[in-house]
């Protein structure tokens, strides 16, 4: 492959890393917030190879060595597919991952904990789905039978009918994600993939406190939100605390 084509890529991939990772939050689609300072790092590493690169391979085409330059083979086609990478950063970024993922995996074990404080007395009081979860199936206090919650994730369809409020949590990257459900009786089922947030009760079912206890919510109000910026965490949407 000429140096030419090969800085042009190092040139391209530079300019695609640089773009997802500081001029848009693009990057969150594939990797964990803290990845992006080596993102930027290595946008300017790549960016800076391809143009020294670049300017390296025009002194040497000034001294070809008595005209032997025309020899020069051009580099094979397959090279050139190379590029297609390199200009999906620059030119379409693929979708984040969601309920396609999501239903053809097992949801996240749950943490064990050990004892459970008082719940906050807000209403409805936001709660992120593993917090949820934990409640439901490991407090013995049953602390969360009754209480109006709030919780924030995608729609992911169920095979038959209703679907599941889900989020998909990274270690590091999209490779390694995970999900947490929380099953959703009644109110409207909207489409995959949908940004929701929910307001309602735990669904009875076996004993809550136990693993018998369904993750599950009574719904009373479903309304759709933008995708937040944290979608790779189980966390509440950027700037809702939870008050005492």
Not at 40 to 55: C, E, H, K, M, R
Not at 99 to 108: G, H, L
Request: overall charge positive; proline content about 9%.
């Amino acid at each position: 492959m000429r140096r030419t084509l090969q800085a042009g890529l190092l040139v391209l991939c530079g300019l695609g890393l640089l773009h997802v990772s500081l001029v848009t939050d693009l990057y969150l689609r594939y990797v964990k917030e803290g990845m992006r300072p080596p993102l930027i790092a290595t946008g300017a590493v790549l960016l800076l190879l391809g143009l020294a690169s670049a300017v390296l391979d025009r002194g040497t085409d000034g001294d070809d060595g008595h005209g032997h330059g025309h020899g020069r083979s051009g580099p094979p086609g397959v090279a050139w597919l190379l590029l297609l990478p390199a200009l999906s950063l620059l030119c379409y970024a693929p979708p984040a991952l969601g309920a396609f993922t999501a239903a053809r995996q097992s949801a996240k074990p749950v943490a064990h904990r050990g004892d459970f404080g008082p719940l906050p007395r807000t209403s409805p009081l936001p709660m992120t789905l593993s917090d949820f979860t934990s409640r439901v199936r490991e407090d013995r206090g049953q602390a969360i039978e009754g209480r109006v919650v709030r919780m924030t994730g995608f729609v992911t369809p169920r095979d038959g009918d209703g679907w599941e409020l889900t989020r998909l949590v990274l270690n590091c990257c999209a490779a390694d994600a995970q999900s947490v459900k929380v099953r959703v009786h009644g109110g409207p089922v909207p489409p995959a993939d949908t940004w929701v947030t929910v307001t309602g009760t735990w669904h009875p079912g076996g004993t809550l406190g136990t693993a018998s206890a369904p993750v599950a919510l009574d719904a009373r109000t479903v309304t759709k939100v933008p995708r937040p910026t944290n979608g790779y965490q189980d966390a509440l949407p950027p700037g809702e605390t939870v008050t005492r």
